[in-house]
């Protein structure tokens, strides 16, 4: 098993930064990809960012290009996104999700609320 915890979440303003947290415990070795999802209000979880633990080899959404930027910090089982130019449609709960060696999300965080106000 692998356990996440998110955090970092607030209120900020259009323009702002913020920046998430995801702690990894537990199996960590199970997991390969690391990624960040959102799921705004009304709307499907969708997928903003993901990292390889082994390379640090990341990909992202097109809306979260140039603006968010996702890392690892592998020996604090560590993966952090750091948001900034924030926009009032990037609000939604941002879930921390860890695939297998197979690539399957097998593992999703609580979430933490990100509120961007105009």
């Known amino acids: 098993q692998v356990q996440l915890v998110e955090s970092g979440g607030g209120l900020v303003q259009a323009g702002g930064s913020l920046r998430l947290s995801c702690a990894v415990s537990g199996r960590t070795f199970d997991s390969a990809v690391m990624g960040w999802f959102r799921q705004a209000p009304g709307k499907e979880r969708a997928f903003v960012a993901v990292?390889?633990?082994?390379?640090?080899?990341?990909n992202y959404a097109d809306s979260a290009k140039g603006r968010f930027t996702i890392s690892r910090d592998n020996a604090r089982k560590q993966v952090s996104l750091q948001m900034s130019s924030l926009k009032p449609e990037d609000t939604g709960v941002y879930y921390c999700?860890?695939?297998?060696?197979?690539?399957?999300?097998?593992?999703w965080g609580q979430g933490t609320q990100v509120t961007v106000s105009s």
């Open positions: 990292i390889r633990w082994n390379d640090g080899s990341t």
């Open positions: 999700a860890a695939t297998d060696q197979a690539g399957t999300i097998n593992y």
